[in-house]
């Protein structure tokens, strides 16, 4: 019997059963899902003294820095700050934007001065007032309300630090990004949308335990913006995970 599919995503799953032609055509397909799994790399990246990466977190590295944008997912408590620290330590980009829940700003911040191997400016805004400063290494840490305008008199305005936000990024990371679910609300469109910060930077790591909380439709957001040829079209994606 045969069966035709233009998914190599679906003919993975049958390839006990297939030949070497088409073992071939899909070993790209499989080599990426491996390493998108993997728990150890000889990848060397920068640390400060007295510091190490343990290996899964060296092989979440080894995998976000060939790639433009990257959702890591590994469970909660596994080290994903250290790991996005790593991927600055090995990038070396100047301007970095850190968005993450209020609660975790302080730790993110402490979490910076510990591993970080080159002197970076970190700033982080007390108040909506406040505007970016200039500098060629600069880190700031930022949490997702204050991506979004303020209501003053009934109306809707956008404070002096959004207004700063608009600038290119080297690097932007968004912790707990499965806070960007709903693609309709401010948030995610701050980030996600047309003119987000995702689009003023030249590199994303999204990072989350809990991608997906209740509902597989709850990814599709994240996952149609990281990579759109394959999740961009919500009705496929409905249709294939949703069922």
Not at 99 to 120: C, G, I, R, S
Request: charged share 25%; net charge positive; hydrophobic share 40%.
């Amino acid at each position: 019997r045969r069966h035709w599919t233009t998914r190599i995503e679906d003919a993975t799953r049958l390839r006990s059963h297939c030949n070497d032609i088409a073992l071939k055509i899909m070993r790209d397909h499989l080599y990426k899902l491996e390493k998108s799994r993997a728990v150890d790399s000889n990848i060397v990246v920068p640390v400060p003294p007295g510091l190490e990466y343990l290996p899964y977190q060296k092989a979440g590295i080894s995998y976000a820095v060939q790639r433009k944008d990257t959702l890591i997912g590994d469970e909660a408590g596994l080290g994903k700050t250290v790991e996005a620290l790593g991927f600055i330590n090995l990038t070396k980009p100047g301007t970095v934007l850190v968005v993450a829940p209020a609660t975790l700003a302080f730790n993110w911040k402490l979490e910076a001065e510990k591993w970080l191997v080159d002197p970076y400016e970190i700033f982080v805004p007390s108040t909506g007032a406040e505007i970016i400063p200039q500098g060629e290494k600069l880190l700031v840490i930022t949490n997702y309300e204050k991506l979004v305008g303020r209501m003053k008199n009934g109306e809707e305005y956008e404070t002096d630090f959004a207004k700063s936000l608009k600038r290119t990024w080297d690097v932007a990371i968004f912790d707990e990004c499965h806070a960007l679910k709903n693609p309709q609300s401010k948030r995610s469109q701050a980030v996600l949308g047309e003119f987000g910060l995702m689009r003023r930077s030249h590199r994303t790591l999204f990072l989350s335990g809990t991608p997906i909380e209740n509902y597989p439709k709850e990814i599709w957001t994240l996952a149609a913006t990281i990579c759109p040829a394959k999740f961009g079209d919500w009705w496929a994606f409905a249709r294939r995970y949703c069922g």
